[in-house]
Nanobody, 115 residues
Framework: QVQLVESGGGLVQPGGSLRLSCVTSGFSFSRSRMYWVRQAPGKGLEWISTISSDGSGTGYADSVKGRFTMSRDNAKNTVYLQMNNLRSEDTAVYYC????????RGQGTQVTVFS
């Protein structure tokens, strides 16, 4: 059974930082490209980052490039999202996913950026 469990969300002021984690099981993690997607209130899912199976390559949406960093630890079946210089528009539920569209994703973790 595939499981993806996100954690690390919370409340933060603009300019602050958070680190999200996603622990996975039930599939060949070390052979899988992984993704982070998010859903802001009243909007659809938005792809924000991708990491290759070995962690050597990453890609980011323009909205987060230079502020967010995705990484992974294949020994722990875990992906991370380091989020710096957070903005109010980053408020959303964040999901790790096995596909770019977010069809196979976890339950999500809420990130709220408020002033």
């Amino acid at each position: 059974q595939v499981q993806l469990v996100e954690s690390g969300g919370g409340l933060v002021q603009p300019g602050g930082s958070l680190r999200l984690s996603c622990v996975t099981s039930g599939f060949s993690f070390s052979r899988s490209r992984m993704y982070w997607v998010r859903q802001a209130p009243g909007k659809g899912l938005e792809w924000i980052s991708t990491i290759s199976s070995d962690g050597s390559g990453t890609g980011y949406a323009d909205s987060v490039k230079g502020r967010f960093t995705m990484s992974r630890d294949n020994a722990k079946n875990t992906v991370y999202l380091q989020m710096n210089n957070l903005r109010s528009e980053d408020t959303a539920v964040y999901y790790c996913a096995r596909d770019e569209a977010g069809n196979s994703r976890g339950q999500g973790t809420q990130v709220t950026v408020f002033s």
